[in-house]
């Protein structure tokens, strides 16, 4: 427990700035062994690039998926797509 509530505010002040920096920190990619391939493109290319993507690799044999996507200003698509490295 806080002696003073002065300590409670340092305590929570020192929470909140390590995790301010560890937001800032370069984020590592997962270590979960699926490769991932992120593409900014217009909508009609972005469609066809995730088509093509999951047409190599398809999920039965990669486990290959969408993994997130967001649209952008201009009509713009950001997608990031991950599968295994090899199939079996």
């Known amino acids: ?20 920096a560890d937001r800032a920190a370069p984020r590592r990619p997962p270590a979960d062994g699926f490769v991932r391939q992120t593409w900014t493109l217009p909508r009609d290319q972005a469609r066809d690039q995730a088509r093509a993507f999951l047409t190599a690799y398809p ?18 698509i950001e997608f990031t797509v991950r599968r295994l490295p090899s199939a079996d």
């Open 59 to 76: 999920k039965a044999a990669y486990m290959s998926a969408v993994e997130s996507w967001r649209e952008l200003p201009g009509d713009r």
């Open 1 to 20: 427990m806080a002696d003073r509530p002065r300590d409670l505010a340092d305590r929570l002040a020192d929470r909140l700035a390590d995790r301010l």
